[in-house]
């Protein structure tokens, strides 16, 4: 899970795109999109779900960016740039408006991650960030903008971001100190800094395995960061746990083929 493993780094990222997406997607952006729109969300919605039950069957969590979703399922809407724009006017002439804001930065955000669409995730991160300095107690809206920064900084965007993910991540830790994922999330803030600071990573995910011994996301975390600091029969060990948990692990077989590169590279330097 290192910059050298961009494939580990998507499946961190399916982990923070959370689970609340399908229809409630399309609602949130309808709510968030200018209402000359709405109409033509409505009937693209209409027609998904005249069609759903036979599209969910053959969709397929491969496919990535284009108009398709990106978990292969078409059950929101499909915008275009001029709409996506459109929706980021509307949020920031009325920037007051916190229900708006709240609307169109989770309905954007939540839409980047099923369509792949990530041209917009800088100003997601934004109208997010608005929502939180307005609303610090807006728990969901806090960690939406973690992620959102996080994504960018991880995409080449600005580095600082991965500070302000930091920030954002420990303010929705002080509501909720035993969220799993969102510890996870802050540790990879450490993880992926430059440079990184991996001992300060692998605190934050063992105290996420304090909470839930079986959630693969700290889990997989860990492994990777016992790796990168040579401490291999523990990262062996986390491996067999991650496998149990989840055989069909994707990034299962890359961490084991680095742990046993590592593991071969150090015993020549013996």
């Known amino acids: 899970m290192t910059d050298k493993s961009p494939a580990n780094t998507k499946i961190v990222l399916i982990f923070l795109a959370g689970t609340l ?7 949130a952006l309808a709510n968030g999109i200018n209402r000359q729109e709405q109409d033509k969300l409505r009937a693209q919605v209409a027609q998904t779900r005249a069609g759903g039950d036979a599209k969910q069957a053959g969709a397929n969590d491969k496919s990535q960016g284009g108009p398709q979703s990106a978990s292969g399922d078409d059950s929101i809407p499909t915008l275009t740039d001029e709409q996506l724009r459109n929706g980021i006017s509307r949020a920031d002439a009325s920037p007051g408006d916190l229900d708006l804001q709240r609307k169109t930065g989770q309905g954007l955000f939540y839409y980047v991650m099923k369509t ?6 800088p100003d997601v991160a934004r109208i997010l960030k608005r929502v939180h300095d307005a609303d610090p107690k807006d728990y969901q809206s806090t ?3 973690g992620n959102a ?7 080449g965007g600005d580095a600082r971001m991965l500070g302000e993910a930091r920030k954002l991540y420990e303010a929705a830790l ?4 035993d969220d799993v ?3 996870t999330s802050l540790g990879l803030t450490y993880f992926y800094d430059k440079p990184p600071d991996t001992p300060r990573a692998i605190r934050e995910f063992r105290r996420a395995l304090q909470v839930d ?3 693969e996301m700290p889990l997989q975390s860990l492994a990777a960061a016992l790796v990168e600091t040579g401490d291999f029969d523990e990262a062996g060990k986390r491996l067999d746990e991650l496998e149990r948990v989840n055989p069909h692990n994707p ?3 890359n961490l084991r083929a680095q742990l046993e590169q590592k593991r071969n590279a150090a015993k020549e330097k013996k």
């Open 21 to 27: 997406l399908g229809f409630v997607v399309g609602f």
């Open 116 to 121: 792949g669409n990530t041209s917009v995730l």
């Open 143 to 145: 960690v939406l903008a």
């Open 149 to 155: 920064h996080f994504l960018v900084a991880r995409g």
């Open 174 to 177: 002080a509501d909720k100190p």
């Open 181 to 183: 994922i969102v510890r």
């Open 213 to 215: 011994p079986r959630q």
């Open 251 to 253: 990034e299962l077989a």
